[in-house]
């Protein structure tokens, strides 16, 4: 379940967001589609769920979007915009 880490800050303009990760000192631009899984980004959904989440809101169906989120989410890591999950 994934953590956005309480070292990035998020604004969000006309469905897309920018971060600034404070740990690096960098910017994202996220499309409305990252958006989405940013904001799902809480610990309380697991990649399943999140994709059903994205799948509704694009009226997509739920298995073709899982992939997008799981690489969505890696890069999300990969940028350490995310925190490992408490617990």
Avoid at 44 to 54: K, L, N, P, R, T
Avoid at 79 to 84: I, T, Y
Wanted: with cysteine; net charge negative.
């Amino acid at each position: 379940m994934p953590v956005a880490s309480n070292q990035v800050s998020a604004v969000e303009l006309d469905g897309e967001a920018v971060l600034y990760n404070e740990r690096t000192a960098s910017l994202h631009v996220l499309n409305p589609t990252a958006t989405i899984i940013w904001a799902c980004c809480d610990g309380a959904g697991s990649i399943a769920e999140i994709a059903a989440d994205v799948a509704d809101a694009f009226a997509l169906d739920r298995d073709a979007v899982v992939a997008d989120v799981i690489s969505t989410v890696r890069d999300f890591a990969a940028l350490e915009l995310l925190d490992a999950p408490a617990g």
